[in-house]
């Protein structure tokens, strides 16, 4: 299989054509896999005959599975705003506060005790117009910095909540012991990552980042905040505008992302895959004894955190 890799201009990320990310020979996946470390954003579009199984079998290439809530079955879940009943989740509903709470740059499941290693999404049903997904290069961002914020920032750490970033969204939640609302306290992560593939560091932070140990509240949260919005500029951000059939992957160890908004009156359903990170890098210092497989949601309210 020839397989077209794409750098995007003057911005994170590849695209990827001429390949069915179901039907992959293992020289074809050596190569997928060396630019997802590479660019950190796959965009495989076209790829419309992508069905649950082959997107739940392309995902475990890259690794076990994170399950996202009681509902999941198999590799995916779906982040919709579409109700059961046909009908489009409102403001002021749970379903359409968790999909809009995403509409602000993070790194997924780190308010979680075991972080994603990575996350895709399949573009099922899409808006007309707006309702992208963002991508920024913390890698990049990293670099950008100088010496002596770079110096600073590395002996810190930030903790990670849901709860947290759903009540800065205005969106706030109490505990139903669903996935993100669990009980287990909020994992305490450093701000700065070495990447356990490549080496390179990058910034680690995001929405559910809060409360750096050693800082009075507003000094924490007005260094996250400047950290974040300095982060997510060009030429660090790529914007993808969803065609139905896409098939975008992402590094979550190095990039973060963001939902953007949309007009609430159109449908948008898009297929996630969260693959879990590995417990030697992606564990929570705060959780040395947790395993992931230990994890197991006890309600079924609602839907899924989603995209
Ligand atoms: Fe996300």
């Given at each position: 299989m020839t397989v077209s890799i794409q750098a995007i201009d003057s911005a994170p990320g590849a695209v990827i054509k001429d390949v069915d990310v179901a039907r992959l020979d293992d020289a074809t996946w050596h190569e997928i896999y060396q630019a997802f470390l590479q660019y950190g954003v796959l965009v495989f579009p076209g790829?419309?005959?992508?069905d649950d199984a082959g997107q739940g079998n392309f995902a475990e290439r890259f690794g076990n599975i994170e399950k996202?809530?009681?509902?999941?079955?198999?590799?995916t879940t779906q982040f919709s705003n579409t109700k059961p009943d046909g009908s489009l989740a409102q403001p002021g509903e749970y379903q359409y506060e968790l999909i809009h709470g995403n509409e602000g740059w993070h790194t997924d499941s780190?308010?979680?005790p075991l972080a994603s290693k990575a996350a895709m999404l399949f573009a099922i049903v899409v808006p007309p117009e707006a309702g992208e997904t963002g991508f920024a290069d913390m890698r990049a961002a990293w670099d950008a910095l100088d010496s002596a914020t770079q110096h600073k920032l590395e002996g810190l750490s930030a903790y990670h909540s849901l709860y947290y970033s759903q009540k800065d969204a205005n969106y706030p939640f109490t505990t139903d012991n669903v996935y993100g609302f669990h009980d287990k306290g909020a994992p305490l992560r450093p701000l700065i990552k070495t990447h356990p593939e490549t080496g390179r560091q990058s910034i680690y932070t995001g929405?559910?980042?809060?409360?750096?140990?050693?800082?009075a509240p507003d000094e924490s949260e007005q260094l996250l905040s400047k950290l974040l919005d300095e982060a997510c500029r060009p030429p660090r951000t790529y914007v993808h505008q969803w065609q139905t059939g896409d098939l975008v992957v992402w590094d979550n160890r190095c990039m973060m992302h963001s939902a953007f908004p949309y007009d609430p009156q159109y449908p948008r359903i898009l297929r996630a895959t969260r693959i879990a990170g590995e417990e030697e890098t992606?564990?929570?210092?705060?959780?040395?004894?947790?395993?992931?497989?230990a994890f197991n949601p006890t309600s079924s309210n609602e839907s899924s955190p989603a995209k």
């Open positions: 790829q419309n005959d992508l996202l809530g009681p509902k999941q079955k198999g590799g780190t308010y979680m929405r559910h980042a809060y409360g750096i140990p050693g800082m992606e564990l929570a210092p705060t959780f040395p004894d947790e395993r992931a497989a």
